[in-house]
C-alpha cells in the first residue's frame, strides 16, 4: 500500500501543477477555453490568419463525430457526395437574398497562375448553388426523386474574430442537400434532420439542446425556415450546435430545377439543407469541461480507456498490464502507457485529454485480481475484479456518458430564467448568465430592442414546448404570439 500512497501523493501535486497551467474558467472563461485547446493538444495556430491546425487528437474527436454522424444520415438514405470547393461567381449571384446573405465573408479567387481569371470564383461558404446547379442536369422526372446527398469538405467564411473551433475563417463540416417532389416531404426531411442533430447531440456528446424555429431575422439566407439545436455552455452562453434549413421552391426556381410529375406536368421540387461543424468540439469543451482540462463523452472519445501500469520495475506488472490492455480494446476503445513517465504525470495527462477512464494496476492489485477504474466525470473510484473487465467497464463508460449529460442538463435547468416584462429581461441578462424564456409579440422591431437594450439575441422558438408565460410581451407589452428562447451567444 505505501508503493500506491506514494503514487496518489504524486498525482495531487501533478494536478495542482496542471491546474496552475490552465487558467480557472471562473477566472477568465475564454482564456480557460483557448488553454483546454492548446494543452490537450487539439488544436495549434497556423501562420494563416483566422486558421487552426487541428492536431491528431483533436483530428480523432472529429473523426468520431464524422463516423458516427455518417451512419445516423445513412440510416436516412443519404448518400456521400463531393462537389468542388471553387464558385463561379454568375452561379452565386442567382439566388439574390442567399448571396447577399453571404457576401460580407466571401474569400474571392481573382488569378490562376499569373494569369487573371475570366469570372471571379468564390471559395464555398457553402455549397448550395454547386448542388442546384448539378440538380438541374439530372433531375428530370418525379422517379429522379428524391435525391438525398450529403457532403463532408471544408469551407471557407472570411471572419473578422476567430476562436478555435467556434468560429474561424476556414472549418470542416458536413453539409446536407436533399430534393424533393413535394412541399411535405421536403418540410417531413427538415425536421427529421433536426431531430437527427438533436439524437447525435444528447445521445453522443451528452449535450442538452432544445429544438426550435429561428425567427426571420435569424434566417438562413434564402430559406423559408430554419430549425436549430440549441446548447447552453458552462459560462451560460448559447452556442447553436446544428441547423435545419426548408428552401421551399424558391432556390428550385432560381436555377430552373424542374422535374415532370404523374400526370406529366412540369412542377418545381422541394428543397432542404442542414448542417453542423467543428464547432461541436468546441461545444463539447465548453459542455463537460473543467479547470483540469478536457472531459470528453465516452461515445466519442478517442481514448476511453487509458491503463496505467503502477510500479512498472516490479516483475510481471508490465506483462498484466499488457493483458488487460488486449481484453479491454476488445470492448472498448484502449490504450496503455508504459512510458518512463512517472503515474502521477500520466494521471494529470490523461485527465486534461478528458479520457473518460483510467485504470491503474499495481503489483498489489495482480496479487488481488483487481484494477482500480477512475472515472474522468466525477473522480469515482471503482475496484474492478479482472474476471469482470469486459462487462464492468462497457458499464462504468456508459455511467460516464449518462452522468456527464445529467449533469449538463441540471446545468441547463439551473440556468435557465423566466422574463416577464423588460426590466426583469435586463436584469437577468446583466446579472444571471444562461437561457432566458420569455414572451415575443413577433415584431422584428422588438427583437432588435432586445439585442440593444439587454444584449441577447433570440435563440429559438421551441418545437416541444409553447408554454405560455404571460399573454403580452415582455418589450412592447403589446398581445404575444410565442414564447422564445433568449440569450447571449458565442
Known amino acids: 500500500?505505501?508503493?500506491?500512497?506514494?503514487?496518489?501523493?504524486?498525482?495531487?501535486?501533478?494536478?495542482?501543477?496542471?491546474?496552475?497551467?490552465?487558467?480557472?474558467?471562473?477566472?477568465?472563461?475564454?482564456?480557460?477555453?483557448?488553454?483546454?485547446?492548446?494543452?490537450?493538444?487539439?488544436?495549434?495556430?497556423?501562420?494563416?490568419?483566422?486558421?487552426?491546425?487541428?492536431?491528431?487528437?483533436?483530428?480523432?474527436?472529429?473523426?468520431?463525430?464524422?463516423?458516427?454522424?455518417?451512419?445516423?444520415?445513412?440510416?436516412?438514405?443519404?448518400e456521400n457526395v463531393y462537389m468542388p470547393m471553387f464558385i463561379p461567381e454568375s452561379l452565386l449571384q442567382k439566388e439574390k437574398d442567399h448571396v447577399e446573405g453571404f457576401a460580407p465573408e466571401v474569400a474571392w479567387v481573382t488569378h490562376g497562375g499569373e494569369e487573371p481569371l475570366e469570372e471571379r470564383l468564390c471559395v464555398r461558404p457553402t455549397s448550395e448553388t454547386l448542388f442546384c446547379d448539378h440538380f438541374k442536369n439530372i433531375v428530370h422526372s418525379y422517379r429522379d426523386l428524391p435525391k438525398l446527398y450529403n457532403q463532408w469538405c471544408s469551407v471557407v467564411r472570411w471572419e473578422k474574430t476567430t476562436r478555435p473551433f467556434l468560429r474561424s475563417r476556414e472549418f470542416l463540416w458536413q453539409e446536407g442537400h436533399t430534393l424533393h417532389a413535394t412541399r411535405e416531404e421536403a418540410e417531413a426531411e427538415t425536421?427529421?434532420?433536426?431531430?437527427?442533430?438533436?439524437?447525435?447531440?444528447?445521445?453522443?456528446?451528452?449535450?442538452?439542446?432544445?429544438?426550435?424555429v429561428k425567427t426571420a431575422k435569424e434566417r438562413f439566407a434564402g430559406a423559408e425556415d430554419t430549425y436549430t439545436i440549441e446548447a447552453l455552455m458552462h459560462d451560460g452562453k448559447a452556442l447553436q450546435s446544428g441547423t435545419s434549413h426548408f428552401f421551399g421552391d424558391g432556390f428550385a426556381r432560381a436555377f430552373d430545377i424542374t422535374f415532370t410529375d404523374k400526370n406529366n406536368q412540369p412542377q418545381y421540387p422541394f428543397q432542404t439543407s442542414w448542417g453542423t461543424t467543428t464547432r461541436?468540439?468546441?461545444?463539447?469543451?465548453?459542455?463537460?469541461?473543467?479547470?483540469?482540462?478536457?472531459?470528453?463523452?465516452?461515445?466519442?472519445?478517442?481514448?476511453?480507456?487509458?491503463?496505467?501500469?503502477?510500479?512498472?520495475?516490479?516483475?510481471?506488472?508490465?506483462?498484466?498490464?499488457?493483458?488487460?490492455?488486449?481484453?479491454?480494446?476488445?470492448?472498448?476503445?484502449?490504450?496503455?502507457?508504459?512510458?518512463?513517465?512517472?503515474?502521477?504525470?500520466k494521471f494529470a495527462e490523461y485527465e486534461m485529454k478528458g479520457v473518460p477512464l483510467r485504470i491503474e494496476l499495481g503489483p498489489k492489485d495482480i496479487e488481488n485480481g483487481v484494477c482500480v477504474a477512475v472515472r474522468r466525470d466525477n473522480g469515482e473510484k471503482t475496484v474492478v475484479s479482472l474476471d469482470e473487465l469486459e462487462?464492468?467497464?462497457?458499464?462504468?463508460?456508459?455511467?460516464?456518458?449518462?452522468?456527464?449529460?445529467?449533469?449538463?442538463?441540471?446545468?441547463?435547468?439551473?440556468?435557465?430564467?423566466?422574463?416577464?416584462?423588460?426590466?426583469?429581461?435586463?436584469?437577468?441578462?446583466?446579472?444571471?448568465?444562461?437561457?432566458i424564456r420569455a414572451m415575443w409579440c413577433g415584431d422584428r422591431e422588438c427583437e432588435d430592442r432586445l439585442k440593444e437594450v439587454a444584449g441577447v439575441t433570440s435563440r429559438c422558438i421551441p418545437l416541444e414546448s409553447q408554454e405560455t408565460l404571460r399573454e403580452t410581451c415582455v418589450c412592447c407589452g403589446k398581445p404575444a404570439k410565442n414564447m422564445l428562447y433568449w440569450g447571449k451567444a458565442y
Open 191 to 212: 425536421i427529421q434532420q433536426l431531430n437527427v442533430y438533436a439524437k447525435f447531440a444528447e445521445e453522443y456528446l451528452a449535450m442538452p439542446v432544445i429544438k426550435g
Open 1 to 78: 500500500m505505501k508503493g500506491r500512497y506514494v503514487c496518489l501523493h504524486t498525482v495531487t501535486m501533478a494536478k495542482e501543477k496542471l491546474v496552475k497551467a490552465i487558467t480557472s474558467m471562473e477566472e477568465d472563461f475564454a482564456k480557460w477555453y483557448t488553454d483546454v485547446c492548446i494543452k490537450a493538444e487539439l488544436i495549434d495556430y497556423s501562420s494563416v490568419k483566422g486558421c487552426m491546425i487541428i492536431r491528431p487528437y483533436g483530428y480523432a474527436i472529429w473523426e468520431n463525430i464524422q463516423k458516427s454522424m455518417d451512419a445516423l444520415f445513412k440510416e436516412k438514405g443519404h
Open 391 to 435: 462487462t464492468k467497464i462497457p458499464e462504468l463508460l456508459k455511467a460516464v456518458q449518462d452522468g456527464l449529460y445529467n449533469k449538463a442538463l441540471a446545468r441547463r435547468e439551473e440556468m435557465t430564467y423566466d422574463a416577464h416584462n423588460l426590466e426583469e429581461m435586463v436584469d437577468i441578462a446583466e446579472n444571471k448568465p444562461g437561457f
Open 280 to 345: 461541436l468540439i468546441g461545444a463539447v469543451i465548453m459542455t463537460h469541461g473543467d479547470d483540469s482540462g478536457l472531459v470528453l463523452p465516452p461515445m466519442i472519445a478517442p481514448i476511453q480507456a487509458v491503463v496505467v501500469p503502477i510500479a512498472t520495475h516490479k516483475e510481471g506488472v508490465l506483462e498484466k498490464a499488457n493483458e488487460v490492455y488486449a481484453r479491454l480494446n476488445a470492448v472498448c476503445r484502449a490504450k496503455i502507457d508504459d512510458s518512463e513517465q512517472s503515474p502521477g504525470w
